[in-house]
């Protein structure tokens, strides 16, 4: 078995790949999404793996390692909107790159502190556990931009978001989507 550190590169690796090629055929038209905008797509694609996951069938062939790429590149969208504002402006090839290698840079670290104290938990986990942990925490970002972003205790967006994209990984490290083991 692969370690964790290379599994989550394989994709994190795979979605920075598909990202890539999605903004040259469509360039940064994403940036003139408002914040909750991405969040509701995500919100989208993240009901959609639940209610597969409760009906056990699905009617459109897109299948649930593809939702989970793309709750990961709009997290990663949203984590860049968050820093850059939300914007019209396209970004070059390379600064998104560099952009996207900061955010998930950023995550890793996130999840290679929270693996440390939490002793790989996760891989104790069902994927309908994690896709449920995934919606809770999208309802709670989208409380948090309800209030403004105000919040009295709670870290804000920004690691709710760094949260999902973990989560998805996890989703796709045990269902072994993309073959990593």
Not at 22 to 31: E, F, I, P, V
Not at 88 to 110: F, P, R
């Amino acid at each position: 078995m692969k370690s964790t550190e290379a599994e989550y590169q394989e994709i994190i690796q795979h979605c920075q790949d598909l990202f890539t090629k999605k903004n040259k055929d469509y360039g940064t038209s994403w940036r003139i999404l408002r914040i909750p905008s991405i969040t509701d797509q995500i919100f989208i694609k993240a009901q959609r793996i639940r209610t597969i996951q409760e009906k056990g069938v699905q009617k459109v062939n897109d299948d649930i390692s593809g939702e989970f790429i793309g709750i990961i590149n709009y997290c990663v969208m949203a984590l860049i909107q968050v820093e850059l504002g939300t914007d019209k402006g396209e970004i070059g090839a390379d600064e998104l790159t560099s952009l996207y290698n900061t955010q998930v840079n950023e995550v890793k670290e996130l999840l290679f502190n929270k693996n440390h104290d939490y002793g790989e938990a996760w891989r104790d986990m069902r994927v309908s556990s994690m896709t449920d942990i995934i919606l809770m925490k999208l309802l709670r970002i989208k409380q948090i931009e309800d209030n403004e972003g105000f919040t009295l205790v709670s870290e804000g967006v920004k690691s709710g978001y760094q949260d999902i994209i973990n989560y998805s990984v996890f989703c796709l490290i045990k269902s072994n989507s993309l073959h990593t083991n």
